[in-house]
Antibody, heavy 120, light 110 residues
């Protein structure tokens, strides 16, 4: 059974760096899949942040790409997300998900999410 | 402002049928495949439909979907109170080179 679990600091100061980890169990981040991050600000809808392939290839949401970095730690079977220069607008529930393809990508398995608040 | 447009809310009585639309454009819905998700805030979103109209194992056939041109539609029959949730469509946008979600639709089962 594949499970994803996000973790990281729940509070980040403005202009600081948000760093989250997604621990994957039951599958390998080295497998032929993409891994993605999605967020949901309070009271708003889902927003795609970006994706990373097992090779390390990444694609980011154009609205965030200057501040976002994703990486893989294959030894720990983890996917990481870093968002720099955060503001209150980055306050959100952050989800990691496994990405599959049927012509276009879809997200078949999701973590429970972790809430990140940006505040001084 | 979401790239994909969904109605903010829909409602229907238990046992009835409801549809949720997802309107996009040539660069996303029309020429890419659409997926649908059920989401209770604070929980993991759940994949309902992928590849425009395919159901993952475990998803009942009360959930179905279709697509015509730049508009996709999710249908739910035999509504249950447990279906109350937010529903999102998603697809790839070839112009943005990014995945995009609809704004979400809150389903209320009266």
């Amino acid at each position: 059974q594949v499970q994803l679990q996000e973790s990281g600091p729940g509070l980040v100061k403005p202009s600081g760096t948000l760093s989250l980890t997604c621990i994957v169990s039951g599958d390998s981040v080295s497998s032929n899949n993409w891994w993605t991050w999605v967020r949901q600000p309070p009271g708003k809808g889902l927003e795609w942040i970006g994706e990373i392939f097992h090779s390390g290839t990444t694609n980011y949401n154009p609205s965030l790409k200057t501040r976002v970095t994703m990486s893989l730690d294959k030894s720990k079977n983890e996917v990481s997300l870093q968002v720099n220069f955060v503001t209150a607008a980055d306050t959100a529930m952050y989800y990691c998900a496994r990405e599959m393809y049927s012509i276009s990508p879809y997200f078949d398995l999701w973590g429970q999410g972790t809430l990140v608040t940006v505040s001084s | 402002q979401s790239v994909l447009t969904q109605p903010p809310s829909v409602s229907a009585a238990p046992g009835q049928r409801v549809t949720i639309s997802c309107s996009g454009s040539d660069s996303n819905v029309k020429y890419n495949s659409v997926s649908w998700y059920q989401h209770l805030p604070g929980t993991a979103p759940k994949l309902l439909i992928f590849g425009n109209n395919k159901r993952p194992s475990g998803i009942p056939d009360r959930f179905s979907a279709s697509k015509s041109g730049p508009t996709a539609t999710l249908g739910i029959t035999g509504l249950q109170t447990g279906d109350e949730a937010d529903y999102y469509c998603a697809t790839w946008d070839s112009s943005l080179s990014a995945a995009v979600f609809g704004g979400g639709t809150k389903l209320t089962v009266l």
